[in-house]
């Protein structure tokens, strides 16, 4: 597994980004997946998580109704749809894939890591 995640930038609070995740090698469809967080200083956080084959998905209470997870399978890659942006949601995103096929929210429930993208959102 290779990940590469992407999408992330500088937004002003109330607005949208997209990010992305893609495992060059093909190898995990099969498994879950998910998206972390870490900010400055923080321990890094679970945000979403997806299935293998979409069918269900989670996320942390905090961004529940602004963020959602999607997969194409046929292309390996994994999505996060930011909206309603906050300030308190700038982090390196990371990108996981899962040992197994329903991904957990910890992050020992993943054993590949993507490098990350960072995501700023100004007030």
């Known amino acids: 597994v290779q990940l590469q995640a992407s999408g992330g930038g500088l937004v002003q609070a109330g607005g949208s980004l997209r990010l992305s995740c893609t495992d060059s090698?093909?190898?995990?469809?099969?498994?879950?997946m998910g998206w972390f967080r870490q900010a400055t200083g923080k321990e890094r956080e679970f945000v979403a998580a997806?299935?293998?084959?979409?069918?269900?998905?989670y996320y942390a209470e905090s961004v529940k109704g602004r963020f959602t997870i999607s997969r194409d399978r046929a292309k390996n890659t994994m999505y996060l749809q930011m909206s309603s942006l906050k300030p308190e949601d700038t982090a390196v995103y990371y990108c996981?894939?899962?040992?197994?096929?329903?991904?957990?929210?910890?992050?020992?429930?993943?054993?590949?890591w993507g490098q990350g993208t960072q995501v700023t959102v100004s007030s």
């Open positions: 997806i299935s293998w084959n979409g069918g269900h998905t």
């Open positions: 090698r093909r190898t995990s469809s099969n498994n879950g």
């Open positions: 996981a894939v899962a040992r197994q096929a329903v991904a957990g929210t910890g992050a020992d429930k993943y054993n590949y």
